[in-house]
């Protein structure tokens, strides 16, 4: 079965642009998750949709960025007038609900803001 | 909050064993997991403990011990495919299933 997948997987963009990422999740996963990774930093947390639950957005450093989660499945997030500290690899992850289950993470989308 | 620590970078020779250790500080542990991470690709699913003791998972195993804040990976019988980063990341009561990563620990694996 396909596994988790996103697009673009490069972007590079002026500052001030609106930029969106897609998610698509595998089949079945209830659960979705936002990261992004800076070099030479850990997976920093951004926003997680459990479900119909209200997401959980306390990861999110700023009201630039929002995400939707459409119909339980795909996800996109947007970030609104880039800056350049938004360059980063933002990388999604889906689970099953199950506490002991792993999540299971896209190829990113390498984001570079000029 | 959450602190979570692990070394920069090892480096270890083939057919030799390694252990990457891991401590986190967290105000309610919830399950402590290992990921695998190659240069420009996704991090992959290694391990999973939230009870004390050892987990043994072929030639990977990882060990929690909570009173201590501590965890680590051991990858035994190293190959040059291991050189990658090693992801801890902890799960805390409250927080759903989001995950705190550390930085990383660059594993290095020479002839």
């Known amino acids: 079965g396909a596994g988790v997948s996103q697009s673009p997987s490069n972007k590079v963009t002026e500052k001030g642009k609106d930029v969106e990422l897609r998610c698509d999740p595998i089949s079945g996963h209830t659960a979705l998750y936002w990261y992004r990774q800076s070099l030479g930093q850990g997976l920093e947390f951004l926003i997680y949709?459990?479900?119909?639950?209200?997401?959980?957005k306390s990861g999110l450093p700023s009201d630039r960025f929002s995400a939707e989660r459409t119909g339980g499945s795909v996800s996109t997030l947007t970030i609104q007038r880039t800056q350049q500290e938004d360059s980063a690899v933002y990388l999604c992850a889906s689970s099953l609900a199950r506490r002991n289950q792993p999540q299971h993470f896209g190829d990113g989308t390498r984001l570079s803001i000029l | 909050g959450q602190n979570i620590d692990q070394p920069t970078e090892m480096t270890a020779t083939e057919g030799a064993i390694v252990q990457i250790n891991c401590t986190y500080q967290?105000?309610?542990?919830?399950?402590l997991f290992w990921y695998q991470q190659h240069a420009g690709e996704a991090p992959t699913f290694l391990s999973y403990?939230?009870?004390?003791g050892l987990e043994e998972k072929g030639r990977f195993s990882s060990f929690l011990s909570r009173s201590k804040g501590y965890s680590y990976l051991l990858l035994k019988e190293l190959q040059m495919k291991d050189s990658a980063s090693y992801l801890c990341?902890?799960?805390?009561?409250?927080?759903?299933?989001?995950?705190?990563f550390g930085t990383g620990t660059q594993l290095k694996v020479e002839l």
């Open positions: 990341a902890v799960r805390s009561t409250g927080g759903g299933n989001k995950l705190t």
């Open positions: 403990n939230v009870l004390d």
């Open positions: 967290t105000s309610g542990f919830n399950g």
């Open positions: 949709f459990q479900g119909n639950s209200a997401p959980d």
